[in-house]
T-cell receptor, first 114, second 115 residues
Framework: GDSVTQMEGPVTLSEEAFLTINCTYTATGYPSLFWYVQYPGEGLQLLLKATKADDKGSNKGFEATYRKETTSFHLEKGSVQVSDSAVYFCALSDLGSNTGKLIFGQGTTLQVKP | DTGVSQNPRHKITKRGQNVTFRCDPISEHNRLYWYRQTLGQGPEFLTYFQNEAQLEKSRLLSDRFSAERPKGSFSTLEIQRTEQGDSAMYLC?????????????FGPGTRLTVT
């Protein structure tokens, strides 16, 4: 079945460092791809999405490009802040089931130190 | 629009007891999802409603679990005869769009602890 694999964390960076969190997926079709973020004590929030190959999703300085050839959707940010500390989840939308249910990776914890 | 709300936020129960959680989706959203998240893992799909119809259930949803969405508004998830393995965060999400633009909005979750 469809699946998502993320790089293991925690990822620890200094403020203003460059961030990459790797995400690869396995799917029978061409799903939509999402990044969700979970701040401490809060619910999941949609960070960005891409619905087809070569689309770039972006929000709050984060971006990710849907790469069909490498089945990847890596999350990047040029300069992280302490407030970016959170758990980041990569997900795909299972279009084959007609429900649009999401299949998530295991999450990557980001810690940004001042 | 206040977003997706879930109640209670925390529930501690003894093994063997029944528990019920409630989810109130964003008012115009006709799609509603339940997920379960255990510590250190991503959420896993449990069940899906379109309006009042329950259209898909995961194999994770044993016979002890039941979900309803009367009148296509709020939803409840009941767990009967709880087990320690049921301890997890139960998340509800809703959406309106379909197909590739199906953006799901999540509630804060209900954390269940079974002692």
């Amino acid at each position: 079945g469809d699946s998502v694999t993320q790089m293991e964390g925690p990822v620890t960076l200094s403020e203003e460092a460059f961030l990459t969190i790797n995400c690869t997926y396995t799917a029978t079709g061409y799903p939509s791809l999402f990044w969700y973020v979970q701040y401490p004590g809060e619910g999941l929030q949609l960070l960005l999405k891409a619905t087809k190959a070569d689309d770039k999703g972006s929000n709050k300085g984060f971006e990710a490009t849907y790469r069909k050839e490498t089945t990847s959707f890596h999350l990047e940010k040029g300069s992280v802040q302490v407030s970016d500390s959170a758990v980041y989840f990569c997900a795909l939308s299972d279009l084959g089931s007609n429900t649009g249910k999401l299949i998530f990776g295991q999450g990557t914890t980001l810690q940004v130190k001042p | 629009d206040t977003g997706v709300s879930q109640n209670p936020r925390h529930k501690i129960t003894k093994r063997g007891q029944n528990v019920t959680f409630r989810c109130d989706p964003i008012s115009e959203h006709n799609r509603l999802y339940w997920y379960r998240q255990t510590l250190g893992q991503g959420p896993e799909f449990l069940t899906y409603f379109q309006n009042e119809a329950q259209l898909e259930k995961s194999r994770l949803l044993s016979d002890r679990f039941s979900a309803e969405r009367p009148k296509g508004s709020f939803s409840t998830l009941e767990i009967q005869r709880t087990e320690q393995g049921d301890s997890a965060m139960y998340l509800c999400a809703s959406s309106f769009t379909t197909g590739r633009n199906n953006e799901q909005y999540f509630g804060p979750g209900t954390r269940l602890t079974v002692t």
